[in-house]
């Protein structure tokens, strides 16, 4: 049983940067970002391979978000650059022994935390 735990979260003005971090527990594992605003289904945000090799981006931020792992010291991260009012979300950090992308697939998920930007 994988503990996760994200942080990083808070509030930034439209056009500013934030950055998530990620633990967990063990390691090997895809990890990946998802989110969910008030109201709405939770989306898969990114997704990267345990090694680090592989990305997957949703549509809605590609050329703003990038997604990397420190394998060694076994944190992910999630670099949001760009921010627009509609990414304001809870955001959820994810992992998985086996599963890669941007479904909710994943067996192992932290609390999440809240981003929110304004205007």
């Known amino acids: 049983q994988a503990q996760v735990v994200e942080s990083g979260g808070g509030l930034v003005q439209e056009g500013g940067s934030l950055r998530l971090s990620c633990t967990t527990s063990g390691v090997g594992y895809v990890m990946a970002w998802f989110r969910q605003a008030p109201g709405k289904e939770r989306e898969g945000v990114a997704s990267i391979s345990r090694s680090g090799d592989g990305e997957i981006y949703a549509d809605g931020v590609k050329g703003r978000f990038v997604i990397s792992r420190d394998v060694a010291e076994n944190i992910l991260y999630l670099q949001m650059n760009s921010l627009k009012v509609e990414d304001t979300a809870m955001y959820y950090c994810?992992?998985?022994?086996?599963?890669?992308?941007?479904?909710?697939?994943?067996?192992?998920w932290g609390q999440g935390t809240q981003v929110t930007v304004s205007l």
């Open positions: 994810a992992a998985d022994r086996l599963y890669y992308g941007l479904n909710k697939g994943y067996t192992y």
